[in-house]
């Protein structure tokens, strides 16, 4: 397992869409974590020359993240919502697409990288056997048990257990609207749940943001805490201005499928507060509305962009990434050892 090889059990959360860069991944894997790359919405071009940058820059493991592409919607079932954003918003064609993958796979594989990790579903098990016989280990982000024994069954090294307080898209199989009449599970929960469950090494992801919450994942069985809002306020993050001034507000997250068609956690603003009946369609609401979030960005207009954060989004800070790392980590140490030097001293 590359974690064995890393020396902090710190993972890099692979943010797609703009956070996620080069530097940040390096920053990260050369401090001691794995840093990760994440290639969602990248064609197989950019997503190669990014890794070259990274191979440029360390000589230390990362990882890189792809997205499993689901199934077209029906057109019926988002037409309606995108007429109405249409009267308010410029938007753009409403399409399905795969994301580049059996490109990116192939790349991947002409070209492997340590670890690929993958969200939104599991890939076939003769994809995973294609890239395991490049030496490529794989990680599958999971929101559920028998989610979980999918991934195994197809051949998955590493779970990434997403729990509800994640930051950004709901990474499980499915997202449907049925879904959302069922509570996520919460980090800790899904983590036992896991661990109790099957074989196989955990990497817990979802408001984890200090050492203390580190410690505490490690304690209930994880190989590793995996962060992505922790560092989003980094100076090698690619996170909008406008984002990054939000991040510091004591301003609540929420669920929605407004921005993308599939739920994802951000903080709240007047566009998620005023489209709460957006349809489960991924990938074509994301890009329908992705001229209205590029407007929106270019404006420094925070209340009609998708801000991914988070539950412990306050407790971001702009430290360098390498910096944060080594913070995390001697958080973690102690708070590892107060917790065992105070409670246990009698036993």
Avoid at 76 to 92: K, T, V
Avoid at 96 to 105: C, V
Avoid at 146 to 157: I, S, W, Y
């Amino acid at each position: 397992m590359i974690l064995d090889d890393v020396r902090i059990p710190i993972v890099l959360s692979p943010m797609a869409g703009g956070p996620s860069t080069p530097e940040l991944a390096v920053a990260v894997s050369d401090a001691g974590g794995l840093g990760f790359l994440a290639a969602g919405y990248l064609d197989a071009t950019e997503m190669s020359r990014r890794i070259a940058r990274i191979r440029a820059a360390t000589r230390a493991p990362f990882g890189v993240n792809l997205f499993v592409p689901g199934t077209p919607t029906p057109p019926d079932r988002y037409a309606g919502y995108l007429d109405r954003l249409g009267r308010e918003f410029p938007l753009g064609e409403a399409r399905f697409a795969t994301d580049d993958w059996d490109a990116k796979l192939d790349a991947l594989i002409a070209e492997p990288v340590p670890v690929a990790s993958f969200a939104f579903g599991c890939p076939a098990a003769a994809e995973i056997a294609r890239l395991h016989a490049a030496g490529i280990e794989v990680w599958v982000t999971v929101t559920a048990v028998a989610e979980a024994r999918f991934a195994l069954g197809a051949g998955a090294d590493v779970l990434v257990a997403q729990g509800a307080e994640a930051g950004g898209h709901r990474a499980g199989f499915t997202d449907a609207p049925a879904d959302d009449e069922c509570d996520p599970l919460s980090t800790l929960a899904l983590l036992q749940l896991l661990t109790a469950a099957v074989e196989a090494p955990v990497v817990a992801a979802g408001g984890i943001a200090t050492g203390a919450a580190i410690a505490a994942v490690l304690a209930a069985g994880a190989a590793a805490a995996q962060l992505g809002t922790a560092f989003l306020r980094c100076p090698e993050a690619g996170t909008v201005p406008a984002h990054r001034e939000a991040l510091v507000l004591d301003t609540p997250t929420m669920l929605t499928r407004a921005f993308t068609g599939r739920r994802a956690r951000g903080l709240r603003n007047e566009f998620i507060v005023g489209h709460p009946d957006a349809p489960s369609a991924y990938p074509e609401i994301h890009y329908a509305t992705g001229p209205l979030r590029q407007a929106a960005r270019a404006a420094g207009d925070a209340e009609n962009i998708n801000m991914w954060s988070g539950q412990t989004h306050p407790l971001s800070t702009d430290t360098p990434a390498a910096e944060l790392v080594t913070r995390l980590a001697r958080e973690t140490k102690d708070a590892l050892e107060a917790a065992l030097s105070q409670r246990f001293q009698s036993c």
